[in-house]
C-alpha cells in the first residue's frame, strides 16, 4: 500500500514549455485534490475531483488543467509554464460522502519541486 | 489582510520544552479548525482536529480555539526533536469538504536535543 505518490519529484521548466505531474493513490479513494505551496502563502488549492471524469476548480486555478480519467489517477496539467508557477505541488486524497475533517482523513504525496526558468 | 495568518518562525526550542504555536483568522464563519504537521520534503499530515470553540487534548498536544478572539493555538508539552517540523493550521466554515478548507503559511519548529 503506498498511498498517494506524485511523479516526478523534482522538474525544472522554461518559460512556454508544457508538462504533466502525475498523482496516483492506491486507496481507492473518490476525492483528489491538487495544491501548490509557497513561502507565505500556504497551501492553496489548484483543482480537485470529486470522482472519476469529474474536475472543479478550486482557489487559483488558472494556467493549470486536470484530468481524473482513471479514479486512481489525477493529472495535473501545464500548458506554457510561467515563472510564477514555481511552487511545490502536492497531490492529496480522501473518501467520499462529502465529509470534511470531521469524519474523513485526507493523505497527502510528497510533493513535486518545479521550477520554472 | 490575508484569512489565516502565522508568524513564520523559524521556533527554536530546546528539548523538552513547551512550545505554543498560534494562528489568527479574519473570517469569523470559521467553525473547523485544523493543525497539520509537515516534515521537511513531505506533504502535511492531519495532527489535531477540533469544532468551534474550547480544548482539545491527544498526547503531548493540545489544540485551542478562541472564537472570540478568532485565535487558535497548538501546544506541544515535553518537545522532543522529532516535533521538529513546520506546523500548519487549517480551518473551514462548512464541514462538508476540503475544497473548502483555508490553510495558514506554517510555523516553523526547530527542537534542539
Known amino acids: 500500500n503506498a498511498g498517494v505518490t506524485q511523479t516526478p519529484k523534482f522538474r525544472v521548466l522554461k518559460t512556454g514549455q508544457s508538462m504533466t505531474l502525475l498523482c496516483a493513490q492506491d486507496?481507492?479513494?473518490?476525492?483528489m485534490y491538487w495544491y501548490r505551496q509557497d513561502p507565505g502563502m500556504g497551501l492553496r488549492l489548484i483543482h480537485y475531483?470529486?470522482?472519476?471524469?469529474?474536475?472543479a476548480k478550486g482557489e487559483v486555478p488558472d494556467g493549470y488543467n486536470v484530468s481524473r480519467l482513471k479514479k486512481q489517477n489525477f493529472l495535473l496539467g501545464l500548458e506554457s509554464a510561467a515563472p510564477s508557477q514555481t511552487s511545490v505541488y502536492f497531490c492529496a486524497s480522501s473518501y467520499s460522502t462529502g465529509r470534511g475533517p470531521a469524519t474523513v482523513t485526507q493523505y497527502f504525496g510528497p510533493g513535486t519541486r518545479l521550477t520554472v526558468l | 489582510q490575508k484569512e489565516v495568518e502565522q508568524d513564520p518562525g523559524p521556533l527554536s526550542v530546546p528539548e523538552g520544552a513547551i512550545v505554543s504555536l498560534n494562528c489568527t483568522y479574519s473570517n469569523s464563519a470559521f467553525q473547523y479548525f485544523m493543525w497539520y504537521r509537515q516534515y521537511s520534503r513531505k506533504g502535511p499530515e492531519l495532527l489535531m482536529y477540533t469544532y468551534s470553540s474550547g480544548n482539545k487534548e491527544d498526547g503531548r498536544f493540545t489544540a485551542q480555539v478562541d472564537k472570540s478572539s478568532k485565535y487558535i493555538s497548538l501546544f506541544i508539552r515535553d518537545s522532543q526533536p522529532s516535533d521538529s517540523a513546520t506546523y500548519l493550521c487549517a480551518m473551514s466554515a462548512i464541514e462538508t469538504s476540503y475544497d473548502k478548507v483555508i490553510f495558514g503559511p506554517g510555523t516553523s519548529l526547530s527542537v534542539i536535543p
Open positions: 486507496m481507492n479513494h473518490e476525492y
Open positions: 475531483s470529486v470522482g472519476e471524469g469529474t474536475t
